[in-house]
């Protein structure tokens, strides 16, 4: 039985014409997951794999080990941290805004991508997330900074927030003072097209996303380490 997410990925062909800039209805309303890679995926794939390094030990991911079996070295740990009942993969069953659900001091790497829009009480998710890592253990997280709603967590959770570089040195460096890394990745047509629905695939050359434009924050990457 093809599930309906099957059906939602599955991938439309249709040739695009460009430019379209003045079409009011986008190319695809999930981000480009029917058409291929979303352009922020390709910017969070980019980070994780710059970062390989760091995933090691004992890994804590949110909602599947996915990235930290594709990036994380020989030999980890894989944790998965969800609060919903409805997840199998679960091995932390706990609320990023509330210390009192999660493990202390126990996590290498936590692998956080795509999270914090999401949470109303976002200062909280970031104290609990200082909370699982060990002495040393590092944050891997990516926010949305330029962005459409999510229908799916609208509907379900809440989408709250979009970040700025601005706004994430404010939010961590309280918490991680010291030791807050944070990225920005996206340019003018990277934001564009990713408004539009494109997909990677869809444009003549993917080198276009790699030239970043500080004005145009599509996706933004924190890397934290809590001190020893």
Known sequence: MVSELGKLLTRKIAQLKFPDVLRIEPVSTVFGLDRGTPIDRYYIEKFLEANAGCISGRVLEVGSSHYSKRFGSAGITCEVLNASEDNPDKTVAGDLTDCATLPESSMDCFICTQTLNFIYDVGSAVAGA??????????????????????????RWGDY????????????????????????????????????????????????????????????????????
């Not at 990516?142 to 229908?151: C, E, H, L, P």
């Not at 939010?171 to 010291?178: S, T």
């Not at 276009?208 to 990457?221: E, S, V």
């Open 130 to 155: 200082h909370h699982v890592l060990k002495p040393g253990g590092v944050l891997l997280a990516t926010v949305a900074g330029i962005s459409q709603i999510s229908r799916y967590d609208m509907d």
């Open 161 to 228: 927030w979009r970040f700025t570089t601005a706004s994430l040195q404010k939010l961590f460096e309280p918490v991680f003072p010291g030791a807050v890394e944070i990225g920005t990745h996206g340019n003018a047509l990277a934001a564009c097209a990713f408004l539009q629905g494109l997909a990677v695939e869809d444009l003549p050359d993917p080198g276009l996303l790699d030239r970043t434009d500080i004005d145009y924050q599509l996706l933004l990457t924190v890397t934290a380490r809590k001190k020893l």
